[in-house]
């Protein structure tokens, strides 16, 4: 075995690497760059060495400044992650030719599943099923519109090669082809190096099934199973779940020996995922392997009781698979939701800032989480918006559904937009718990999962109201203590004044509109009057910072959260944001021109398509923005002029910022 490990990589997956190496006593080394400097999986390591500047490009995917920290810390060995350069065969090689362990598959297995096209060939030959499509080098655009209509509408453009969503578009008419193949290209230049794409055909409402296996130098090759990976927005994995719901015996036996057959045919080592397309009745077509370890691996883990990232280090160092297939069993049901930063009401536009507050659920046998941030960290635009993997496990779905709600319930993120409510109500919505998933679940749902709506709103004011409240009277007792005079009734926190009604009036912005709020003080408790009517409520802060409060008798446990103005309030899985309106404040927020459009993220200007004075027509394409590494579009919203463009391409912009000027028809 290894005594030290250079990982190539940083955030979740670097921590999850590092916390198996520390186990089995294997020292390790930490990568960064310098928007990195104060990571958390910088602080776990052993050591670490600075390689670059925050873009990716100029650090994390700097092969050479990876293997020249290697050597110069001794480490023996190089672990990629997944992302960045774990599927790069030049830098596998790179790392053989320095003296390098790559903990991964051969150069040659990189390599032929590395292009789409070649893998698609491959495993044609090895009797694996394929979806109806085009895979062929030759990258005309008349030639692929035509395969494209021999194939049949809708179709799919996808990324030869890479993965994760990014260089993929459905196209459902000839009409869209040109725009689809265009940015399908782009978006796979930037984000791989190769605009070569090919087109399958679009399989309506199947489901994404794949399959872990693994192999070794000694000839042994298994499968652990599946993973049901349908629920996805923007063709990235959202919600992922082992074993996959509804799934026979016979059918995943024979979908595991495909797989296996498909990684003995290039003569695989280590962890890989064959990926499987599967149609509403029950056929199974191939549609890529990964060569690397999955961000979703730690549903596998949890029905296999088995460690995969010992196992690429058992297998990287030259031993054989701790068990054969007889060896390896389903035990109960898991599930991993991918907590982002991300607007789920606008599109799932990432969201960038700091974790003012951040709570993860206790961790047990039952609830897992994997992070890469701490409280106080920022997401920035640089790297990837997740923010965390919450997984859960017990005996059966059912019960690993409820954990995960509470599970949910149970994390506070305050400080930017994330997904957590999102998902919570994927997790409660209906047809879900039925385990009726397929890859347009989302779509189909967006609506009610994206809702957002407050049941409530009585309820989050009072206990806003509340919050303030108790603050504001321990406030009044510390500064008592600490004044010459303690005793003085000016000094009390129970709202007393001479010849005037004990109370207080606050006021906020739920949404557009303003509410008002007149708390009246009786000794240790409050009559709150609200839109909806006047409850009796008191509270306290237990040991944890919750606020305990009781509504007419109701007793409620809840986060609250205060960032200058604003006010969070999290309860039962929900997130509700006010603004303490201060009637002293008299500015007035800017408003966009008329015609103005704004940038709804921060991000890179990509491409900028229009020009200063030319005429454009309603959802022509004026600006490609970029962010976190995918694509968003700023299209025209209706006939009109474009009378200025304010950014040039390749500038950095922040969100709300005037990207075009816009005179309407």
């Known amino acids: 075995m290894f005594d030290k490990i250079l990982i190539a990589n940083r955030g979740e997956i670097a921590c999850r690497i590092m916390h198996t190496a520390r186990r089995m006593g294997v020292a390790t080394v930490a990568v960064y760059s310098e928007a990195d400097a104060s990571a958390r999986h910088v602080a776990m390591a052993d050591e670490a060495v600075l390689i670059g500047p925050p873009a990716a490009a100029q650090s994390y995917l700097q092969i050479e400044r990876l293997i020249e920290a290697a050597q110069r810390t001794g480490a023996q060995a190089i672990h990629p992650g997944y992302g960045f350069l774990s599927e790069n ?4 090689r790179a790392c053989v030719d320095a003296g390098l362990v790559f903990i991964g598959p051969p150069v040659s297995a990189i390599q032929a599943m590395g292009s789409k096209s070649e893998a698609k060939r491959l495993m044609q030959a090895a009797g694996v099923p394929l979806v109806p499509g085009y895979h062929g080098e ?39 082809f040109a725009a689809g193949l265009a940015a399908a290209k782009r978006e796979s230049r ?81 962890a890989g995922t064959v990926e499987f397309i599967v149609s509403s009745d029950g056929q199974f077509f191939f549609m890529e392997m990964n060569t690397r370890l999955q961000v979703e691996h730690p549903v596998t883990e949890c029905i296999t009781g088995q460690d995969l990232v010992q196992w690429q280090l058992l297998v990287a160092a030259g031993e054989e698979l701790p068990t054969a297939q007889d060896g390896l069993a389903i035990n109960g049901h898991s599930i991993e939701a991918r907590i982002y930063a991300e607007d789920p009401e606008r599109d799932f536009l990432p969201a960038t800032g700091a974790l003012r507050h951040l709570r993860f659920p206790l961790e047990s046998d039952h609830v897992r989480v994997d992070s890469g941030v701490r409280e106080g960290d920022v997401i920035s635009v640089h790297y990837d918006p997740m923010i965390a993997k919450l997984i859960v496990w017990d005996h059966d779905r059912a019960a690993a559904l409820r954990r995960m709600q509470q599970a949910l319930s149970e994390t506070e993120i305050v400080g930017l937009t994330t997904n957590v409510d999102f998902l919570y109500s994927i997790i409660s919505n209906p047809a879900f718990r039925e385990g009726g998933v397929d890859t347009g679940f989302i779509d189909r749902h967006r609506d009610e999962l994206t809702a957002g709506s407050n049941p409530d709103p009585d309820r989050t004011l009072a206990l806003a109201s509340l919050f303030l409240l108790v603050q504001r009277k321990l406030q009044s007792i510390s500064q008592a203590q600490a004044s010459h005079d303690p005793w003085s009734p000016w000094q009390r926190g129970d709202g007393w004044r001479m010849n005037d009604d004990s109370n207080c009036v606050l006021e906020f912005d739920l949404g557009q509109e303003r509410l008002t709020v007149r708390a009246h003080y009786s000794g240790e408790h409050y009559r709150l009057d609200l839109p909806g009517g006047s409850v009796d409520g008191e509270a306290r802060f237990d040991e944890d910072g919750m606020l305990l409060a009781s509504l007419d008798g109701l007793r409620v446990r809840a986060r609250v959260v205060q960032q200058d103005q604003r006010i969070t309030v999290l309860l039962d899985g929900h997130r509700q944001d006010l603004l303490l309106h201060d009637p002293l404040e008299s500015g007035q927020e800017l408003e966009a021109g008329p015609g103005n459009l704004r940038s709804p993220m921060p991000g890179k200007v990509l491409q900028v398509m229009v020009a200063s004075g030319e005429k454009v027509v309603r959802g022509a394409p004026l600006i490609i923005l970029e962010a976190m590494k995918m694509e968003h579009t700023i299209v025209a919203p209706a006939d009109g002029t474009v009378t200025r463009v304010c950014f040039l391409q390749g500038d950095l912009i922040d969100e709300g910022v005037d990207l075009v000027e816009f005179l309407a028809d």
């Open 190 to 270: 930037a984000a791989f190096g190769d605009d070569q794409v090919l087109i399958e055909k679009y399989l309506l409402r199947p489901r994404h099934i794949e399959i872990q296996v693994f192999a070794d130098t000694h000839g042994n090759c298994v499968y652990l199973f599946e993973r049901d990976c349908s629920l996805q927005r923007r063709h990235q994995k959202v919600v992922e779940e082992a074993p996959g719901p509804g799934l026979s015996e016979s059918r995943r036996k024979e979908m595991g020996e495909a797989a296996v057959a498909a990684a003995r045919a290039i003569a695989y080592t280590g």
């Open 138 to 176: 030759d990258q005309d655009s008349g030639m692929l519109a035509e395969q494209a209509a021999a194939i049949g509408y809708p179709v799919l453009i996808k990324a030869s090669a890479g993965g994760g969503g990014k260089g993929m578009r459905v196209v459902n008419d000839a009409g869209e």
């Open 89 to 92: 065969a030049a830098f596998a």
